[in-house]
């Protein structure tokens, strides 16, 4: 398009950048409608010279749209106009700034107040979407300084992924309170008790004589859609069947509750035994552990936690020590660790795409899909691994406190289960790779 603009106005000195976004420009503003832009390019390429201009303009638009196929990997028709290329071109340009405006957004949010990410299923839309987004993303990851800003470009990508299909996200972040441990299918019986429970009230109260205005609309509503009137003379008798027609309800629903909940408790069990034999013989020998008791101070807590984990320890150096060293002198070390983008595939092939993220909500779907960040991870892994350090945000993670007795106030009465950076356990992963070969 560069080429046959010049050769018809030669004067006019413009990149191809810039004559792309004026084309851009153009067709997103609606200027000229079909007819138009038809009547323009016929006016501007010449009928005596159509076949000629379009035999030199075939190479180029058929080089175009295999470009654009690679980059989306999906079945693209070659016409003799560019119509279809141009709109390829804008939806990628779109795809282009959703992730730029996503890059910069997630640089500029703390990890706290990243939205949550949900998880996508497999189909070929979104495969398509993830695919188009590589090469894009070749730029920022050259660009990046250090793990934490690789971090933050591939939450940006995959932020921009979700907003490109339109999965639903989470506005207020992903430092969610606690959630309620009762199903939704009790709590849902349960407000039907109680409004049944209500009502019974209700009735009996305009059964005793209360014809308050609002007792009196109660009623009425009670009674809808069954032709019973309030004045007729055995209201008296239609107030107790419907009474006792709502207590059958509410024991139906109890009887519900609790053969549910036998269900449920059988099938987490079997379950259970399925994957975790010995969880599930210690559940049945004690009694579960509710929350519901009073909490410990958190002060106490995080000055526990803190005296184990982050406070130095000074270990006794016995004199077995210098024998054991003496031992070792004459092992030949192992081979520095080499980090290759093909061993961070194979590592990231070997993760669960939608296990638990750890602060940084990000899941391991990602770093599969994203593959041109696999080099960067490699060589970035490298660097950590030669210099013996990581970043503090790598090995900081989101603690549960499980309590191990009932009504537990005693910080040291509780369990730590921690959910660190999916990177961590790839550099573990990636560390242990030349143990086997040494042992």
């Known amino acids: 398009m560069h080429r046959l ?13 810039n004559l792309a976004d004026r084309v851009r ?17 016929r006016e501007a390429v010449p009928s005596s010279g159509e076949n000629a201009a379009a035999e030199d303009a075939a190479p180029q638009l058929a080089e175009q749209t295999a470009n654009v196929d690679a980059a989306v990997n999906t079945p693209v028709v070659v016409d003799s106009n560019d119509d279809g290329t141009v709109a390829q071109e804008l939806e990628l340009e779109q795809m282009r700034s ?22 996508l299923a497999l189909s070929k839309r979104n495969r398509a979407v993830v695919r188009a987004l590589n090469p894009m993303l070749v730029t920022y990851l050259e660009a990046s300084r250090d793990l934490c800003d690789t971090d933050s470009i591939l939450f940006g990508a995959a932020l921009a992924v979700c907003r490109i299909i339109g999965a639903k996200l989470s506005t207020a972040g992903r430092a969610t309170g606690q959630s309620s441990a009762i199903p939704a299918w009790r709590i849902r019986i349960e407000e039907r008790i109680a409004k049944a ?41 239609k107030l107790t069947e419907r009474i006792d027609d709502l207590k059958q309800r509410i024991a139906a629903w109890g009887k519900r509750i609790r053969r549910y909940t036998e269900r449920s408790t059988r099938f987490n069990q079997n379950r259970l035994f399925q994957s975790d034999q ?19 101070n958190q002060a106490d807590m995080v000055a526990f936690w803190r005296s184990l984990w982050s406070e130095p320890v000074n270990h006794n150096e016995g004199p077995w020590t210098e024998v054991v ?21 194979e590592a990231v092939r070997r993760a669960p795409n939608w296990k638990s993220p750890g602060l940084d909500g990000l899941h391991h779907y990602w770093l599969k899909g994203f593959m041109v960040c696999h080099s960067v991870l490699a060589r970035q892994f490298q660097e950590a691994l030669n210099q013996k350090s990581l970043p503090s945000l790598f090995t900081t993670g989101i603690t ?40």
């Not at 420009?25 to 390019?41: C, K």
């Not at 959703?98 to 990410?117: G, Y």
């Not at 060293?325 to 595939?345: E, G, H, K, R």
């Not at 730590?416 to 070969?437: A, G, M, N």
């Open 98 to 119: 959703t992730l730029e405006e996503a890059i910069v957004e997630t640089r500029s949010t703390t990890l706290e107040n990243r939205p949550r990410l949900p998880r």
């Open 400 to 439: 549960h406190l499980v309590p191990k007795d009932q009504g537990a106030i005693d910080p040291s009465k509780y369990r730590p289960i921690t959910y660190v950076k999916q990177y961590y356990f790839q550099i573990k992963s990636l560390d242990r790779k030349p143990v086997p070969k040494e042992i």
């Open 278 to 296: 010995k969880r599930l013989y210690k559940s049945l020998e004690r009694p579960i552990v509710s929350g519901t008791g009073p909490a410990p």
């Open 5 to 17: 603009f010049a050769e018809l106005e030669p004067s006019v000195t413009v990149t191809e950048q």
């Open 325 to 345: 060293a003496s031992q070792c002198a004459s092992i030949t070390p192992m081979d520095p660790v080499i980090i290759t983008p093909d061993d961070v595939a």
């Open 25 to 41: 420009y153009i067709l997103r503003s609606n200027t000229f409608d079909v007819t138009e832009l038809e009547r323009l390019r």
């Open 197 to 237: 429970r209500a009502l019974i009230g209700r009735l009996i109260c305009f059964r005793s004589g209360n014809t308050r205005p609002r007792i009196v609309r109660t009623v009425r509503m009670a009674f809808a859609g069954t032709n019973v009137n309030l004045s007729q003379p055995d209201i008296m008798q």
